[in-house]
């Protein structure tokens, strides 16, 4: 089935840590999105990709970074820069159209202990 | 910049009557508006959206959205709820006029639906 994949759905990190959550595409989308998700606060985005070997700082880039090397991979690092790096994270892709909306992977909840 | 309010954290409404979740947004130019509903500790799921010329726009699950150009509103319906429809509800609008530029959300607005 196409998708998006999103790797670990739970991760824990201690502090000081940097960790690098995995986001798979095989819907041969050129873009690709990162947002973190907190209650109360919506979606916020961190990075986006609209080709590869290219990308963009979001609302919140600060302690984070990533990659684009493939078409179908959009890794996410949270680096121990990133204050408060507990929440959920949420990548999408979408097709390139203007009322093209965003496919999601499921998830992955990452916890600072 | 473009943006999206849900001015309403939460929504209670009984099984069998119809509901409304509100959303009202804020672009530059035509807008591109979305509606996609979260379960607990899952992606987010599309529900419908906005296509130019369709005011009342029907999506997934018995959902549809009514588009009003003078209130710049995309408040999302279903005309009888139903338990399962319980979740977190999410408005966006595209960013740019770009299709791939990003989506911005809402804050949300969870539906609770009470048998």
């Known amino acids: 089935d196409g998708g998006i994949t999103q790797s670990p759905k739970y991760l824990f990190r201690k502090e000081g840590q940097n960790v690098t959550l995995s986001c798979e595409q095989n819907?041969?989308?050129?873009?690709m999105y990162w947002y973190r998700q907190d209650p109360g606060q919506g979606l916020r985005l961190i990075y986006y990709?609209?080709?590869?070997?290219?990308?963009q700082k979001g609302d919140i880039a600060e302690g984070y970074s990533v990659s684009r090397e493939k078409k179908e991979s959009f890794p996410l690092t949270v680096t121990s820069a990133q204050k408060n790096p507990t929440a959920f994270y949420l990548c999408a892709s979408c097709p390139g159209t203007l009322n093209g909306e965003l496919f999601f992977g499921e998830g992955s909840r990452l916890t600072v202990l | 910049a473009q943006s999206v309010a849900q001015p309403e954290d939460q929504v209670n409404v009984a099984e069998g009557n119809p509901l409304t979740v509100k959303c009202t947004y804020s672009?530059?130019?035509?807008?591109?508006l979305f509606w996609y509903v979260q379960y607990p500790n899952r992606g987010l799921q599309f529900l419908l959206k906005y296509i130019t010329g369709d005011n009342l726009v029907k999506g997934s699950y018995g959902f549809e959205a009514e588009f009003n150009k003078s209130q710049t509103s995309f408040h999302l319906k279903k005309p009888s709820a139903l338990v399962s429809d319980s979740a977190l509800y999410f408005c966006?609008?595209?960013?740019?006029?770009?299709?791939?530029?990003?989506?911005?959300f809402g804050k949300g607005t969870r539906l609770s639906v009470i048998a």
């Open positions: 990709s609209q080709i590869v070997n290219d990308f």
């Open positions: 672009v530059s130019g035509n807008p591109y």
């Open positions: 819907l041969n989308h050129d873009a």
């Open positions: 966006a609008v595209r960013a740019g006029s770009s299709g791939n530029t990003p989506l911005v």
